[in-house]
């Protein structure tokens, strides 16, 4: 069975930084590319970031492009986000989520995690 | 990039019921890359639809996707109760994928 497990959300001031995790099992982590989409509170979907299988090729929307860093550790089956100067904008429920191929920079996700509150406040 | 409008922002129907909800893509969708997610309160989105018109594995044949170019529809032909959630629409053929505002299916 999938499962994607997030952690490290909680509250930041603007201009702080803060790293999530997302712990991957039940699949060959390494041989699928992984995403980042954040949802506001009471908002829609919004895609964030995404990675290859491989960690080589990274993506980013242009509102965190510069600001937020998508890495991987397969030895760990675990997909990170680095994000820093951080803005009130940026509060949202982050869920990792999986793509069905290993390198992506568009599609559908097969598999989403239950997510991580993000608060930016001061 | 593309937006999705989903219509209508709410739809409140009784269980047996038909239920149909729109998608419609501000500029062509390449090769009808469209998904549909459900959502429920508290919970992540789940794939539904896949390619406009392909189910995920394990979604029940009730559901049904359609369409192409910039105009796609989600259908459930008899609603059950734990079909009332929030729909999403997300289009992944062009760069950056996106997803619609969603459509809120309440019990009527």
């Known amino acids: 069975e999938v499962q994607l497990v997030e952690s490290g959300g909680g509250l930041v001031q603007p201009g702080g930084s803060l790293r999530l995790s997302c712990a991957a099992s039940?699949?060959?982590?390494?041989?699928?590319?992984m995403s980042w989409v954040r949802q506001a509170p009471g908002k829609g979907l919004e895609w964030v970031s995404a990675i290859s299988g491989s960690g080589g090729t990274t993506y980013y929307a242009d509102s965190v492009k510069g600001r937020f860093t998508i890495s991987r550790d397969n030895s760990k089956n675990t997909l990170y986000l680095q994000m820093n100067s951080l803005r009130a904008e940026d509060t949202a429920v982050y869920y990792c989520?999986?793509?069905?191929?290993?390198?992506?920079?568009?599609?559908?996700?097969?598999?989403w995690g239950q997510g991580t509150l993000v608060t930016v406040s001061s | 990039e593309i937006v999705l409008t989903q219509s209508p922002g709410t739809l409140s129907l009784s269980p047996g019921e038909r239920a149909t909800l729109s998608c419609r893509a501000s500029?062509?969708?390449?090769?009808?890359?469209l998904a549909w997610y459900q959502q429920k309160p508290g919970q992540a989105p789940r794939l539904l639809i896949y390619?406009?018109?392909s189910r995920a594995t394990g979604i029940p044949d009730r559901f049904s996707g359609s369409g192409s170019g910039t105009d796609f529809t989600l259908t459930i032909s008899r609603l059950e109760p734990e079909d009332f959630a929030v729909y999403y629409c997300q289009q992944y053929g062009n760069s950056p994928q996106t997803f619609g505002q969603g459509t809120k299916l309440e019990i009527k």
């Open positions: 500029q062509s969708v390449s090769s009808s890359f």
């Open positions: 989520a999986k793509y069905p191929l290993t390198v992506a920079a568009t599609w559908y996700f097969d598999y």
């Open positions: 390619g406009a018109a």
């Open positions: 039940g699949f060959t982590f390494s041989s699928y590319a």
